[in-house]
């Protein structure tokens, strides 16, 4: 892992603590922010071309069962398979901090949704819970493999969310905004909490994999 467990605690309560703010200014200017309206604006209309179909994926795998079970139990055997024992309750204990954090900022919030939503949403627009997943997807990953690749792939999946969120009227610039810190605070917490064993299962990895290059040599 890239980080120490110091930092990594201290960035997810910094990142939580940020989301938290966001939504309290969401209450006290009730009104969408200036950026909220600007990118609001600035989004082309919803069309049938390759946006819109973008977009409708997006909505299908950032939520629902796919959100809930598929990614989640999916990634979590491909870690177990991989020998990542530790890193697979690692990252599903990670995607359900994430969505506990994005239900209770939910409900604490309540804040309106942009109107002519074109998919099923549920109550509260921010933060974004298809951001907070797909943020908490990917930089649990992240934390597993520490590769400036994986860092990159991180960012674009993030961005690419609250792209489609956006464009779907599901949410505000700012929504999306605060589900990508609730998303990465809850990974770094957790990472946090289970460096040990993760950095235990990093360590054993390694010597197994010394083990096999060292018989294939001889």
Avoid: C
């Amino acid at each position: 892992m890239g980080m120490s467990r110091r930092a990594m605690l201290w960035w997810g309560i910094g990142l939580i603590a940020a989301a938290a703010l966001l939504g309290w200014a969401t209450v006290l200017h009730r009104d969408p922010f200036p950026i909220d309206t600007w990118w609001a604006g600035v989004l082309p209309e919803a069309d049938a071309g390759v946006r819109l179909w973008f977009s409708l994926l997006l909505d299908r795998i950032g939520g629902g069962w796919w959100a809930i079970l598929v990614f989640p139990l999916g990634i979590g055997a491909f870690l177990l398979a991989t020998r990542h024992r530790w890193g697979a309750l690692y990252f599903l204990v990670a995607t359900a901090a994430s969505a506990g954090f994005v239900q209770l900022l939910k409900q604490l919030y309540s804040r309106q949704r942009p109107e002519d939503i074109l998919v099923v949403v549920d109550h509260g627009s921010f933060p974004s819970g298809h951001v907070a997943n797909a943020a908490t997807v990917v930089f649990a990953l992240w934390v597993l493999f520490p590769r400036w690749w994986m860092a990159t792939v991180a960012v674009i999946w993030t961005l690419s969310m609250a792209f489609a969120r956006t464009y779907l009227s599901a949410h505000w610039a700012s929504d999306t905004a605060g589900g990508a810190l609730v998303g990465a605070g809850a990974a770094l917490i957790v990472a946090a909490l289970l460096n040990a064993r993760l950095l235990r299962d990093r360590d054993r990895i390694a010597e197994r994999r010394e083990q096999s290059e060292r018989l294939a040599r001889s």
